[in-house]
C-alpha cells in the first residue's frame, strides 16, 4: 500500500498564509484582486509538485498489527466437541471418530402366582423353571420389583482407508447373582454386546446370525415366547448386500448340551468345529422375509460318571422367520424353526443331544413355531398378542423328567407419551409338560415402566 503524503487544506492554508501573505495595505480593491489571483495560482502549483512528490516516494510495507488488535480481530477457535458422523454422535477435536451412548431405564412390577427356586424365574420367563404341580414352587406366590434390565450402550465410528470401522458394546444387569433384596439390590453388570464391523465384516458378540430381528415381538417380558430362536455368542460374520436384502455367512461359537438317561443336562465342553451358519434376508415395502440353515457338530470325549465318552455327531436346523406390514400401524410377525436347535431356542429349554448309556450321542428334533400380532389403537397405544410353540422328539424309548412340550402366550397394552418412553400392563401364562407326564403353568401380571436415553 502506497503511504499518502496529501497534506490537508488547514496546515496547507497556513503554509499559504505564513509564506505569501496578503497585503492589507492594497491601495485598490483591483490590486487585491490581483493579488489574490497570484496566491490562488501560486497554490495551485504548489499542490502539482507535492502530488509529484507522492508518485516519486517508494511502497511502504504495511507495519505488523499491534498483539492487542491480533486478538481482537483473529475468528474464535474451532469447537472441541462436534456433532459426529451418525445419529447423536460427537466427535473430538481431530475429527477421527464419532461416539454415541445410549440405553434405558426400566422398572419392572411383576407378580407370579408362583415362586421360582432361582431368582431369573421370577424376574423373567425361564421355561424349564416353570414349577410342576404338586411342588413347593407351584403354591407360592410372588410379588417382584426390579431395575435390572435397565441398559447402557455405547458405539464409534472411524473412517480409515478400508472404509468405516464401528464398535458397539452395551451391557445391563439381568440373570446376576450379586447383590440381594435385602438392602442395596446391587447386581452386577453383565455383557449383551461386544464386536466391532468392518466394511462387510463383524466380529465380536452379537445375536446369533440365525435368528431373526425382524420376527421380534414387543412384551414387557424380557424372555418372549417359548418357542423363539433367541441366543447371542461370538461369532466371525461376512455379510454380502444387494438392493432387496442381503446374504449372510457365519462361523459361530459352539456349545455341546446333552441329556443323560436321568435327565440331567451334561455339558462335555469337548467341541472343535465352530456352528456353521448362512442366512439370506428379502426385504420390500411392506414385508420382511428371512431363511437361515444351522450346522453344529456334537462332540464329547471325556469321563462322564466313570464312563468313558467318545463320539460325536452332525446336526442342522432350519429357521423361516417374517414380518408383514398389515394396515398401518398392524404387522404380523411369525418364525417356524425345526431341526437339531436345542440351546437356540428360548433359554436352552431343550438339549442338542440325548448321551445313551452306551457312551452314544443322538441328535433331538425340536420344532417351534412363533406367533405375534400388533394392533395400533392409536397413535400412542398399542396392544400385542403373542403366542409360542414348542414341541420335542424324545424317541430314545426313556421316560425321563425332560420337556417334551412347552406353549406361552402373551397380551398387553402399551402406552407411549413420547418417543422415548413408554409404560405398559401384560399378561403371560406359560405351560410345559415334561416326557414323564408331570407338567405345571405359570400365571404372570407384569406392570413397566421405561425411558431411553
Known amino acids: 500500500m502506497t503511504k499518502s503524503l496529501t497534506l490537508p487544506w488547514f496546515p496547507l492554508t497556513l503554509l499559504t498564509g505564513i509564506f505569501f501573505p ?8 483591483e490590486e487585491l484582486k490581483q493579488q489574490l489571483q497570484q496566491q490562488r495560482h501560486l497554490l495551485q502549483q504548489l499542490q502539482q509538485k507535492i502530488e509529484r512528490l507522492e508518485q516519486s516516494q517508494p511502497i511502504l510495507a504495511t507495519p505488523p498489527k499491534s498483539p492487542s488488535a491480533t486478538a481482537t480481530t483473529a475468528p474464535p477457535p474451532p469447537p472441541v466437541i462436534t456433532k459426529g458422523q451418525f445419529n447423536n454422535a460427537i466427535q473430538g477435536p481431530d475429527h477421527s471418530s464419532s461416539l454415541e451412548w445410549g440405553g434405558y431405564v426400566k422398572l419392572d412390577l411383576i407378580y407370579n402366582d408362583y415362586g421360582s427356586s432361582l431368582q431369573v424365574g421370577d424376574d423373567t420367563l425361564v421355561p424349564s423353571l416353570i414349577p410342576l404341580k404338586g411342588t413347593a414352587e407351584e ?37 446376576s447373582d450379586q447383590g440381594d433384596e435385602r438392602f442395596s439390590n446391587s447386581y452386577a453388570p453383565r455383557l449383551r454386546h461386544a464386536y466391532a464391523t468392518m466394511g462387510n465384516w463383524l466380529f465380536g458378540q452379537n445375536w446369533s446370525t440365525f435368528m431373526s430381528l425382524d420376527s421380534k415381538a414387543e412384551t414387557l417380558d ?18 454380502r448386500p444387494w438392493a432387496n436384502g442381503s446374504i449372510q455367512f457365519a462361523l459361530e461359537n459352539p456349545e455341546t448340551t446333552l441329556t443323560d438317561i436321568e435327565g440331567k443336562r451334561i455339558l462335555p465342553g469337548d467341541d472343535l468345529w465352530p456352528d456353521l451358519i448362512a442366512r439370506i434376508n428379502w426385504q420390500e415395502s411392506n414385508y420382511t422375509l428371512n431363511l437361515a440353515a444351522l450346522v453344529q457338530n456334537l462332540r464329547a470325549n471325556t469321563l ?39 440351546r437356540y431356542m428360548t433359554a436352552n429349554h431343550t438339549n442338542n443331544g440325548f448321551l445313551s448309556p452306551t457312551g452314544e450321542i443322538d441328535t433331538l428334533k425340536l420344532f417351534g413355531i412363533h406367533l405375534a400380532y400388533q394392533h395400533g389403537w392409536s ?14 422328539d424324545n424317541d430314545h424309548g426313556f421316560n425321563s423328567p425332560v420337556n417334551r412340550l412347552l406353549w406361552s402366550s402373551h397380551v398387553n397394552l402399551v402406552w407411549a407419551p413420547t418417543e422415548v418412553s413408554k409404560f405398559g400392563i401384560e399378561y403371560l401364562h406359560a405351560y410345559r409338560q415334561l416326557e414323564n407326564g408331570q407338567d405345571g403353568a405359570i400365571n404372570r401380571i407384569q406392570l413397566s415402566g421405561r425411558y431411553d436415553f
Do not use: C, M
Open 139 to 175: 403354591r407360592a406366590g410372588d410379588l417382584n420389583i426390579h431395575a435390572k434390565e435397565s441398559r447402557f450402550w455405547f458405539k464409534t465410528l472411524t473412517p480409515n482407508q478400508w472404509g468405516n470401522f464401528g464398535t458397539f458394546v452395551e451391557l445391563d444387569f439381568l440373570v
Open 304 to 342: 462322564i460318571e466313570s464312563q468313558v465318552v467318545e463320539d460325536n455327531q452332525w446336526g442342522g436346523a432350519l429357521s423361516f422367520s417374517g414380518n408383514l406390514k398389515l394396515w398401518s400401524p398392524d404387522n404380523f410377525k411369525w418364525q417356524v424353526n425345526y431341526g437339531t436347535l436345542g
Open 222 to 239: 424380557f424372555t418372549g415366547s417359548v418357542a423363539e430362536v433367541s441366543v447371542r455368542q461370538p461369532q466371525l460374520r461376512y455379510t
Open 379 to 392: 397413535q400412542q397405544i398399542r396392544s400385542s398378542w403373542v403366542l409360542g410353540y414348542a414341541e420335542v
Open 22 to 29: 496578503l497585503n492589507a495595505t492594497a491601495d485598490t480593491l
